[in-house]
C-alpha cells in the first residue's frame, strides 16, 4: 500500500495558530512547502494522481516533486470519500509557485521536500487566497473547496479570456446550482468564440438531467449557428437515452 506520503506529511511541522494562506506561505522559505485541510465540495470526485494504462486507473498517489502520473478524479472508478481537500503549496518568491490538491484519502509522498502544515486555516480564507491569486495552475484546487463555486463564477467574467475558459471549464465539472446561468451568460455574450465554445463543453460536463435540456435548448434556430452546431455535437457526446430522444425529435421536425 502507497502510505510513504501520509505518514511524512504527519510527522511535519504543525503550527495551531489561525492563519490564511498567503501568511502561513510568509512563514516558511522560498522552496519550502505549506499544507492545510479545508472542506470538500463533493467527498465523491476528489483530485488525487494515478497511472492510466489503456484507460484503466492502476496505483494511486501523488508526488510533491514533479512526476509522469495523471492528476484528477473518475466518476467510473472512485476510490472510498474523502474526508477534506489537502492543499500544499510551494512558496516562490511572493506567493506559491506550485500547488497540490487532493482528497484526504489520496498519498502524498513529499519525498525530501520540507513541508509545514497548518491546522486552521478555513475554507472562506483559502477560496479568497485562490480567487485573489487565480491562474490556470490554481483552479482545480479553488473548484474543489466547499463553496468555490461562486468565486469561480465571478472569474469566469475575468478580463483574461484564458482564465476565463478555464474557470468555466472547472464550473461544469463542479456543478454548482447556478452553473447553467453563468454558462448561458457567457455562451450569449462573451466577446470570445473560444470562451464561447468551452462554455457550451462546459454545460455537456453536467449530470444528463441538467445537461441535455440546456443544450437542447442551444439548437434552436433563433441561436447563432456556432451554438446549435457546438450544442449539437457535445450532445451527441452524451451516453444517456434521453439524448436519442432529442435527436428523434430533431430528425422528425420540419426543416
Not at 14 to 29: G, I
Not at 105 to 132: L, M, P, Q, Y
Not at 141 to 167: F, N, T, V
Request: proline share 5%.
Amino acid at each position: 500500500m502507497y502510505t510513504r506520503g501520509l505518514l511524512l506529511i504527519l510527522c511535519s511541522v504543525s503550527f495551531e495558530a489561525s492563519a490564511d494562506p498567503q501568511t502561513a506561505l510568509r512563514s516558511v522559505a522560498p522552496g519550502e512547502w505549506i499544507t492545510y485541510r479545508v472542506e470538500l465540495e463533493d467527498p465523491l470526485r476528489a483530485s488525487c494522481c494515478f497511472e492510466l494504462t489503456h484507460r484503466t486507473v492502476g496505483k494511486r498517489g501523488c508526488l510533491l516533486v514533479e512526476g509522469p502520473r495523471s492528476y484528477g478524479w473518475s466518476d467510473s472508478d472512485r476510490p472510498e470519500p474523502h474526508e477534506a481537500l489537502q492543499i500544499f503549496l510551494r512558496r516562490g518568491g511572493k506567493s506559491f509557485d506550485r500547488v497540490l490538491a487532493v482528497g484526504s484519502s489520496c498519498s502524498v509522498d513529499t519525498v525530501d521536500e520540507r513541508v509545514t502544515r497548518f491546522e486552521k486555516i478555513s475554507t472562506g480564507s483559502s477560496i479568497a487566497f485562490f480567487e485573489e491569486t487565480a491562474d490556470n495552475e490554481s483552479l482545480p484546487a479553488l473548484a474543489q473547496h466547499k463553496g468555490g463555486g461562486p468565486a469561480l463564477i465571478r472569474l469566469s467574467k475575468h478580463r483574461d479570456e484564458d482564465l476565463r475558459g478555464e474557470s468555466m471549464f472547472w464550473l461544469g465539472q463542479t456543478q454548482h446550482l447556478d452553473t447553467e446561468t453563468a454558462l448561458l451568460a457567457a455562451i450569449f455574450n462573451d466577446s470570445s468564440s473560444e470562451v464561447r465554445k468551452k462554455a457550451v463543453f462546459a454545460l455537456s460536463q453536467l449530470p444528463p438531467k441538467r445537461a441535455i435540456p440546456v443544450l437542447r435548448g442551444l439548437v434552436d434556430a433563433r441561436h447563432p449557428r456556432e451554438v446549435r452546431k457546438e450544442a449539437l455535437f457535445w450532445l451527441a457526446q452524451i451516453r444517456d437515452d434521453a439524448v436519442l430522444a432529442v435527436f428523434d425529435e430533431l430528425l422528425a421536425s420540419p426543416r
